[in-house]
């Protein structure tokens, strides 16, 4: 069974820097294309950055730039980096694994909240 866990969301301002990580498990980790996604307050779920087994990475429009996603294929973890926070970057962020164009093809986790104060 395929277990993702997020994990280092939190508070801060406007301008700070965060790092996520997604701890996976029950998955031939290095085989699957992983994709952070996130989820504000009454708004869909959106894909913010994907990483592919081959380590190409895509990041939608609205965090290039800023964001870095990056995997250790050992640690069976991926992470997001995430600079110069924006007030709308507030959100549930979320990991799972997705396919090449990042639509989510796992469960989803419990997620991680970032909340950026202006």
């Known amino acids: 069974q395929v277990q993702l866990v997020e994990s280092g969301g939190g508070l801060v301002q406007a301008g700070g820097s965060l790092r996520l990580s997604c701890a996976a498990s029950?998955?031939?980790?290095?085989?699957?294309?992983m994709g952070w996604y996130r989820q504000a307050p009454g708004k869909q779920r959106e894909l913010v950055a994907l990483?592919?087994?081959?380590?190409?990475?895509n990041y939608a429009d609205s965090v290039k730039g800023r964001f870095t996603i990056s995997r250790d294929n050992v640690k069976y973890t991926v992470y997001l980096q995430m600079n110069s926070l924006k007030p709308e970057d507030t959100a549930v962020y979320y990991c799972?694994?997705?396919?090449?164009?990042?639509?989510?093809?796992?469960?989803w986790g419990q997620g991680t909240q970032v909340t950026v104060s202006s």
């Open positions: 799972n694994t997705g396919t090449t164009l990042g639509t989510p093809t796992g469960n």
């Open positions: 990483i592919t087994s081959g380590g190409m990475r």
């Open positions: 029950g998955l031939i980790f290095s085989r699957y294309a």
